[in-house]
């Protein structure tokens, strides 16, 4: 019968421990958040860049074509 009852000093370890472990959890989730959050500003700048690049590269490309087509007189 006193398997049933718990005196307030064991459920207060019990509570800490408990505490201690909803604390490592928040700890670990806030580090996938930033992990995320890291990992989507990361491929942000990428986009950016390869757009850049790539508008760049057109520009160039279609700046060239019309110089030959200048000297060629069509």
């Known amino acids: ?32 958040f930033e992990k995320v959050n890291t990992k989507f500003a990361n491929q942000r700048t990428w986009i950016i860049v390869t757009l850049l690049t790539v508008v760049g590269s057109g520009t160039g490309f279609f700046q060239f074509l019309i110089g030959i087509l200048q000297k060629l007189k069509f």
């Open 1 to 32: 019968m006193e398997d049933e009852y718990a005196t307030k000093a064991y459920v207060d370890r019990k509570m800490d421990k408990v505490s201690d472990k909803i604390g490592l959890l928040e700890a670990h989730l806030d580090t996938k």
